[in-house]
């Protein structure tokens, strides 16, 4: 990682020979819908769980995979 002198507008880089790497196919929708709807703050929305006991994790995995 490449580190900016202080003071420097720079921006610091961990790829400090490309210009910009490409988003992905989701990160290209969220950006859209960025550009599109610039006050919607859904993006932003932080939820948490806390899970006791035992956990079956294929079927967390499973009922995880059916809220996206």
């Known amino acids: 990682m490449t580190m900016s002198p202080p003071g420097s ?4 880089s961990r790829y400090p020979n ?3 790497l490409p988003l992905s196919a989701r990160q290209s929708l969220v ?21 006791r006991g035992a956990l079956d994790g294929p ?3 499973e009922a995880f995979s059916l809220t996206s």
């Open 59 to 61: 079927r967390f995995v």
């Open 18 to 20: 490309r210009e910009a």
């Open 31 to 51: 950006w859209l819908d960025g550009q599109l709807y610039p006050d919607a703050r859904y993006h932003n929305v932080v939820h948490t769980v806390d899970i």
């Open 9 to 12: 507008d720079a921006t610091p």
